[in-house]
């Protein structure tokens, strides 16, 4: 029973463009988001996170939004740059919860 | 500033043997844990510390075993590897707000079990 799913194994996008990828969540007590950012060989790195108190929280060329009536989230890259090439997992926690659970990932394959 | 070091980095065991993976972090952190990554299932975590002395399982602990008798490391122990072991596991810590504190990862391990 996956609690954090992400359908999307890959995405491409072509540089310059905006990269979307997508979270759904079914645990309603989940109250904060995060999205990490993987590299081949290497651990994960945080990205940008989103309390559930927001819809929207932004970072750079990076934001995450935050529909909790659908339980669903997402991460727009704009614009995006073959560095963002990479596994991209999304992640929840809830409060007074000592786990955060991921999501499978999605590849992002970003063409110069 | 070392952060998350994790050792060894590629491991090859044989069914049925033992060993251990070293995680230490040089960030006072409170929180430390386990994940395996596995194609298709993202990261699950195995078990995790929320300070010295105290552990608790995660979503896929059966087969794993830890302890935590400093701040600084958290080793995870495989008593009987089988190759359903076999996996990329990330050592993570976090400060003691860990709720809203981002994980800090290792670079991994890999564990090949034959």
């Known amino acids: 029973d996956q609690q954090v799913k992400q359908n999307s194994p890959s995405l491409s996008v072509q540089e310059g463009r905006i990269s979307i990828l997508n979270c759904d969540y079914t645990n309603s007590m989940f109250d904060y988001f995060l999205w990490y950012k993987k590299y081949p060989a290497e651990g994960p790195t945080f990205l940008i996170s989103i309390s559930s108190i927001k819809d929207k929280n932004e970072d750079g060329r990076f934001t995450v939004f935050l529909n909790k009536s659908a339980k669903h989230l997402s991460l727009h890259i704009v614009p995006s740059q073959p560095g963002d090439s990479a596994v991209y997992f999304c992640?929840?926690?809830?409060?007074?919860?000592?786990?955060?659970?991921f999501g499978a990932g999605t590849r992002l394959f970003v063409k110069a | 500033n070392a952060g998350v070091t994790q050792t060894p980095k590629f491991q090859v065991l044989k069914t049925g043997q033992s060993m251990t993976l070293q995680c230490a972090q040089d960030m006072n952190h409170e929180y430390m844990s386990w994940y395996r990554q596995d194609p298709g299932m993202g990261l699950r975590l195995i078990h995790y510390?929320?300070?010295?002395?105290?552990?608790d399982q995660g979503e896929v602990p059966n087969g794993y075993n830890v302890s935590r008798s400093t701040t600084e490391d958290f080793p995870l122990r495989l008593l009987s590897a089988a190759p359903s072991q076999t996996s990329v596991y990330f050592c993570?810590?976090?400060?003691?707000?860990?709720?809203?504190?981002?994980?800090?990862f290792g670079e991994g391990s890999r564990l090949t079990v034959l």
């Open positions: 510390s929320v300070g010295a002395g105290i552990t």
């Open positions: 992640a929840a926690s809830e409060t007074g919860g000592f786990k955060t659970i």
């Open positions: 993570a810590s976090s400060i003691r707000d860990y709720h809203t504190g981002e994980l800090f």
